[in-house]
C-alpha cells in the first residue's frame, strides 16, 4: 500500500525583521536576563557547553533571571534612556566638531585646489565665506648657535637662582615678621589677662566682635552713662595695650565741693582723691576713666534732685548747685577737669574741709547704694506691659545731704541755746548740765554686726544708714537736780526736723508733773519756749523750797509768780522769775506798790552788759525775804 503524503498548503512563515533588530534584541535581554550587567563571555560560554550536554539552559547562580519589582525595572529603564540620550549627545557633538574640521581643512585647501576643495565643503561656509581667504605658509626656525644655546641656558638659571634667592629672603621675612606678630600677641593678651586678674570685665565689642573691649562703667547706672562704660582694648605697634575710651573727652572730671561763707570760699574738696600722678599703666587709666564717669553721672543725678528741690532752698545757677547749710554758708557742688585751682581762704578752712569732703563722699556713696537698689528692682518679677512708659524718679542724694546738714545746724543750735542758759544760770550760782548723743550713730563693729544678722553687702548697711532719718538725743538736768528733761532732735529726708521735749523724771509735788510727758514741735522757737517754761517752773519750785530759808510760795507758776506774806490783797510780797534765751532776770517788790518801781535783777552768763556783781539766785531771793520783812 502506498504511503500517504500530508501536505501543508499554508505559505511558508516568513520572519519578523523587527526580532532581529538591535532595539527588540536589547529589549529582550533585558526582560530575559536583567540586562547586561550578569552577562559575561564566560557565563555565556559555560551556558552553550551546558547546552551541548543537556543540561539546563541557564546557571543557578550566574544565569538565573532576576526577579525584580516593577519599580526596579522602571528605574532600570530611566537609566538606559537617560545613558541612550547622553550617547546621542556626545555623538552628535561630536559629528559637529568633525564637521567643523572639515570646513578648516576645506577652506584652507580652497586657496591652492579650490574644485576639490567645493565637494567637500558645507553650503553655509561656502554662502558666507569667501573660498580661498584662509591660507597656510611655511616659516623656517632660526638657526640657535651652541653659544645662544649656552647663554640662554645661563639666563634661566640665573633668573631661577634669583627667585630662589628672593623666596628665601621673603620667607625669611615672613618668618622675623610672624617671630614678632607672635611676641606682640603674647605681650598683648598677657596684659589683657592682667587687666581681667585685677577684677575688670573683659568682653567682645557689640560692633566689632574681633576687638576685645572692657567694661569700666556700671551696670545699673543711666542708660546715656551705662551705654559709654565701654572702652576698646586695641594694640600699639609694640603689642602692648591701647585703651580706646571712644567719643569720651580726653580730659577726666570730678565732683567738686566747696563752702563758700560770704561770698568767699573757705575749704573745697574733692570726691576722688586717687593720685593720679606719674606713669599712667592700664589699670591707673581704667580707675581713672571709671571715677570720671561716676562724677558725671553723679552730677547729672543731682541736678536732676535739685530742680524738685527749690522750695527748701537748692538752686541751680549754670553747672553749680547751691545748697543752704547754715546761717551765710552754702555748699557748692559743681564737675570740673583734673588739675583745676580753686583759691581758698584759711579762715575756718578745717571744719569747712571735714564737711566738704564728707559731703563728696555721702554722695558717692548714695549713688552706689541707689545702684543697689535698681539691682534689687531689676531682679524681682517685672510689673505688668502697659502703654505707659515707667518713669525714673530722681535719686534721693541730695536730700539726705541736706537732712544730715539741716540735723548738724539745729543741733548746732540747739547747743549754742542751752549753753547761753548755762551760762546764765552759772552766773546766778545754779546748776544746769545737759549731755548730747547721737542715739543713732554707729561705729564699725555694730555695722558688721547688723551685716552679720542680716547678711546684706556692708555697702549696703551702710547706705540704708545713711538714708534713715539723724536722730540725736540731749539730756537736761534742771537747776532742782531731782528733774530730767529728754530733748529729742530727728530730721527726715522728706518730712523736716521735729522736737520731741520729753519729762523723763520729776518729783510729784513739782509743778512740771501737771504738764504732758512728751510734747512734739515742729519749729525749733516752740521747743526751747518749752524748755525756757520747764525751766521757769523749776525755778520756782527751786526758790519756793525750805532751802532757801524763806516762805515764798508759788503763786502762778506758768507766768514764773511767788508770793510771800499774808494773803491780804495789797500786803506781802511778790516776786516773778523771768527765764529767756540770753538773761535770767528776777523781779520782786511790795504788793502795796506799783509794778513799775519794781526792783530786778538780772544774770546774763557773765558778759558784763548788766550787773557784774557776783551775786547769786540765793542772795537775791534772801535779799527781797528780808526786805519784805522789814
Not at 512 to 521: E, L, Q
Request: charged share 25%; net charge negative.
Amino acid at each position: 500500500m502506498a504511503e500517504k503524503v500530508s501536505l501543508s498548503l499554508r505559505a511558508w512563515p516568513t520572519k519578523d525583521p523587527t526580532e532581529e533588530s538591535l532595539p527588540s534584541l536589547i529589549s529582550r535581554i533585558n526582560e530575559q536576563r536583567g540586562g547586561f550587567r550578569n552577562i559575561t563571555e564566560q557565563s555565556l560560554e559555560e551556558e552553550i557547553r551546558a547546552q551541548d550536554e543537556g543540561e539546563s539552559m541557564v546557571d543557578e547562580t550566574s544565569a538565573q533571571p532576576v526577579v525584580q519589582d516593577e519599580k526596579d525595572l522602571k528605574s532600570r529603564r530611566e537609566e538606559v534612556i537617560e545613558a541612550r540620550d547622553e550617547i546621542l549627545k556626545q555623538v552628535a557633538q561630536a559629528q559637529m566638531e568633525s564637521a567643523y574640521a572639515l570646513d578648516f581643512v576645506s577652506l584652507l585647501l580652497s586657496k591652492y585646489t579650490p574644485r576639490q576643495a567645493d565637494l567637500t565643503i558645507s553650503p553655509y561656509l561656502k554662502q558666507n565665506v569667501p573660498s580661498g581667504s584662509l591660507g597656510v605658509e611655511v616659516v623656517q626656525l632660526p638657526q640657535v648657535t651652541e653659544a645662544e644655546k649656552h647663554d640662554a641656558e645661563l639666563v634661566s638659571t640665573g633668573w631661577k637662582l634669583q627667585s630662589l634667592n628672593d623666596t628665601a629672603d621673603s620667607l625669611l621675612r615672613s618668618a622675623t615678621r610672624l617671630e614678632q606678630e607672635m611676641e606682640q600677641e603674647a605681650r598683648y593678651w598677657e596684659q589683657v589677662l592682667a587687666v581681667k586678674e585685677k577684677g575688670w570685665s573683659i568682653c567682645r565689642l557689640p560692633r566689632e566682635r574681633h576687638t576685645m573691649g572692657v567694661r569700666y562703667g556700671f551696670a545699673e547706672a543711666a542708660p546715656e552713662f551705662r551705654d559709654r562704660g565701654l572702652a576698646a582694648l586695641r594694640r600699639d605697634e609694640e603689642g602692648n595695650i591701647n585703651l580706646d575710651l571712644g567719643m569720651r573727652s580726653s580730659n577726666p572730671q570730678a565732683l567738686r565741693v566747696r563752702i563758700e561763707h560770704s561770698s568767699t570760699i573757705i575749704a573745697f574738696a574733692f570726691s576722688n582723691t586717687e593720685d593720679m600722678d606719674g606713669e599712667m599703666s592700664v589699670d591707673k587709666l581704667l580707675l581713672q576713666a571709671r571715677n570720671s564717669i561716676y562724677d558725671e553721672e553723679l552730677h547729672h543725678e543731682l541736678h536732676r534732685e535739685a530742680r524738685t528741690l527749690v522750695n527748701q532752698g537748692v538752686r541751680c545757677i549754670g553747672d553749680v548747685i547751691h545748697l543752704p547749710y547754715e546761717n551765710d554758708k552754702h555748699v557748692l557742688v559743681d564737675l570740673v577737669s583734673y588739675g583745676d585751682s580753686t583759691e581758698v581762704s584759711e579762715e575756718g578752712a578745717q571744719e569747712g574741709i571735714i564737711i566738704a569732703r564728707a559731703v563728696a563722699l555721702t554722695a558717692r556713696l548714695l549713688l552706689s547704694h541707689a545702684h543697689r537698689k535698681n539691682l534689687r528692682l531689676r531682679s524681682q518679677l517685672p510689673p505688668p506691659l502697659t502703654e505707659r512708659r515707667p518713669s525714673r524718679p530722681p535719686y534721693m542724694i541730695l536730700r539726705v545731704i541736706l537732712s544730715h546738714l539741716q540735723h548738724r545746724s539745729h543741733i548746732a543750735s540747739m547747743r549754742g541755746f542751752l549753753s547761753g542758759i548755762r551760762k546764765n544760770l552759772a552766773a546766778a550760782g545754779l546748776s544746769f548740765e545737759y549731755n548730747e548723743a547721737a542715739s543713732m550713730s554707729m561705729d564699725l563693729p555694730e555695722l558688721r554686726a547688723i551685716v552679720a544678722k542680716t547678711g546684706l553687702p556692708f555697702a549696703e548697711v551702710l547706705g540704708n544708714y545713711l538714708s534713715a532719718p539723724s536722730q540725736s538725743r540731749i539730756t537736761l538736768v534742771l537747776p532742782s537736780q531731782s528733774t530730767n528733761i529728754i530733748i529729742s532732735v530727728r530730721t527726715h529726708p522728706d518730712f523736716g526736723t521735729d522736737y520731741a521735749v520729753t519729762i523723763d523724771s520729776c518729783p510729784p509735788t513739782s509743778a512740771i508733773s501737771k504738764i504732758p510727758g512728751t510734747m512734739k514741735f515742729f519749729v525749733e522757737s516752740a521747743a526751747e519756749d518749752h524748755i525756757l517754761h520747764l525751766l521757769t517752773l523749776d525755778l520756782v519750785s527751786v526758790i519756793a523750797s525750805t532751802r532757801l530759808g524763806n516762805m515764798w510760795t508759788v503763786r502762778v507758776p506758768q507766768t514764773g509768780e511767788l508770793r510771800m506774806g499774808p494773803k491780804e490783797k495789797g500786803k506781802g510780797k511778790w516776786m516773778v522769775v523771768i527765764v529767756e534765751r540770753w538773761k535770767l532776770e528776777v523781779q520782786w517788790g511790795l504788793s502795796s506798790v506799783a509794778r513799775s518801781e519794781t526792783k530786778n535783777y538780772v544774770w546774763r552768763g557773765g558778759d558784763g552788759s548788766h550787773d557784774t556783781t557776783a551775786r547769786t539766785l540765793e542772795d537775791i531771793v534772801r535779799e527781797a525775804g528780808k526786805e519784805a520783812t522789814g
